[in-house]
């Protein structure tokens, strides 16, 4: 399968990885604050970048994660990513993770805008979800602010290392996007999004 997919906004640019973009992602992902609530991490060496750029295709494949590359220019500030997929339910969760000079910047509320237009535009989504561990009160607060409700707790959902986490659920619904902040951000959507991550 080969996967051409990218989407626009005012400033940014989420794309497909190729095996060039291992250093910068290595950079990015070697820092242990933005790695923190991760399932992995931090990088030690170019090669786990290398690997998770190697992997990507099989898992969109697969219905497993479709990820994305956040770009400005030539510049690769994070990644972002539909998991989950629930096809029967139309459902997918979405999470994000950006190098810590890209925090407080507005990368990520137009990145979930750009993810959040392919979801109900061109996947057919009705629940875009998103999970934050209940601790990391910026990504919670990042959530809030782009239209997220927060729906309850998931206790000991995640394990990072041999620490677990509780995690906050949260969720915007095809009826309350159009009128939702990131609706407001304009999206276009180039290349084709994989026929099994097309739920409607
Ligand atoms: C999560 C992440 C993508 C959010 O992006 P961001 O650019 O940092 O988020 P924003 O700055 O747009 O929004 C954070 C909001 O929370 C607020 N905030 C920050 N720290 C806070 C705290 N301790 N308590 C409450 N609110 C807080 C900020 O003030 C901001 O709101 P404001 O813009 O109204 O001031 C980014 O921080 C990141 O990549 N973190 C590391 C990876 C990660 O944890 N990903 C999430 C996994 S669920």
Redesign the pocket.
């Known amino acids: 399968m080969s996967i051409d997919l990218r989407i626009a906004g005012p400033e940014l640019v989420l794309r497909r990885a190729t095996a060039s973009d291992a250093r910068a992602l290595f950079e990015l992902g070697s820092d242990p604050?933005?790695?923190?609530?991760?399932s992995w991490g931090p990088y030690t060496e170019i090669g786990q970048a290398e690997r998770f750029i190697d992997g990507m295709d099989g898992q969109v494949e697969r219905g497993e994660e479709l990820g994305l590359l956040v770009t400005r220019g030539n510049e690769i500030l994070?990644v972002t990513a539909y998991t989950e997929p629930r096809p029967r339910d139309r459902s997918v969760v979405i999470?994000?993770?950006?190098?810590?000079a890209?925090?407080?910047?507005?990368?990520?509320?137009e990145s979930k805008a750009l993810m959040a237009a392919l979801a109900f535009r061109g996947m057919g989504v009705e629940r875009l979800s998103?999970?934050?561990?209940v601790t990391?009160?910026?990504?919670?607060?990042?959530l809030s602010?782009?239209g997220f409700t927060e729906e309850g707790t998931l206790r000991r959902f995640h394990r990072h290392g041999d620490e677990w986490h509780d995690?906050v659920i949260g969720s915007i619904l095809r009826s309350e996007y159009p009128s939702g902040p990131l609706a407001a951000i304009p999206a276009e959507i180039s290349g084709a999004v994989p026929p099994n991550w097309i739920f409607a």
């Open positions: 604050e933005t790695t923190r609530y991760m994070g999470g994000t993770w950006l190098g810590k890209h925090w407080g910047t507005g990368v990520n509320t998103v999970y934050a561990a990391n009160e910026r990504s919670r607060g990042a602010k782009v995690l």
